[in-house]
């Protein structure tokens, strides 16, 4: 059974740009949230997604935001990129969403520079 | 609010020994969830271990067991004669009812030297 599917692994962008992250979940699973990971900050909720609709989002500024298609895939997009927005990024699904047991990906690391 | 506090950052111990990691909790809900994930140098976290708040019973997996004491606030792992893969970050974190979101903690490093 695939894992949970992270493009792109690593990415390097300048201040002002924007980005977009793809996650695909494992199959059956129609949950996605994503997590920011920083050293300083740690892992922090950004949005959770179920069936297309977002039901949860954390303390994060209008400039990121998210969407899930109609085969669960998920895309995250960050724009006007800062320097503290660099961090891992990771995705996680799982069937419901709403018992915690979440499926990892690898992340997305952002390098802005 | 929720708040996970993991006051130790970092752990180094050696093979077979047994090691503790603490975590300690806040929240204002009657029915939460706590969870351990592993963080290996790869980077995906690895789900543990789910305890909802009405169940106190330990859990024992292996070499690995839980103390769930909601008089504490406290759910800790220890893991039983150390093996060097399990060098890795382990986080605790906690959901409300809704379990769409987790409060992490901000980890605990865990090195085992042979």
């Known amino acids: 059974k695939a894992g949970v599917t992270q493009t792109p692994r690593y990415l390097i962008k300048t201040r002002g740009q924007q980005v977009t992250l793809s996650c695909s979940p494992i199959s059956g699973h129609r949950s996605v949230s994503w997590y920011q990971q920083t050293p300083g900050q740690g892992l922090q909720f950004l949005f959770e997604y179920f069936s297309e609709t977002q039901r949860n989002k954390g303390n994060f500024p209008g400039r990121f935001s998210g969407r899930q298609f109609s085969n669960s895939r998920s895309e995250m997009n960050v724009s006007t990129l800062e320097l503290g927005d660099s961090a891992l990024y990771l995705c996680?699904?799982?069937?419901?969403?709403?018992?915690?047991?979440?499926?990892f990906g690898e992340g997305s690391r952002l390098t802005v520079l | 609010a929720q708040k996970v506090t993991q006051a130790q950052t970092e752990i180094s111990v050696v093979e077979k020994e047994d090691v503790t990691l603490d975590c300690v909790y806040e929240t204002r809900d009657t029915t939460y969830y706590l969870f351990w994930y592993k963080q290996p140098p790869s980077g995906e976290l690895v789900f543990l271990i789910r305890?909802?708040?009405?169940?106190?019973q330990n859990e024992i997996s292996g070499r690995y067991s839980w103390n769930f004491q909601k008089s504490t606030s406290s759910f800790n792992f220890t893991i039983t004669a150390s093996q060097v893969v399990d060098s890795a970050v382990y986080f605790c974190a906690l959901s409300s009812n809704s379990g769409y979101a987790l409060n992490f903690g901000k980890g605990t490093s865990l090195l085992v030297t042979p």
């Open positions: 996680a699904s799982s069937v419901r969403g709403d018992t915690g047991e979440l499926f």
């Open positions: 305890r909802n708040s009405f169940d106190e």
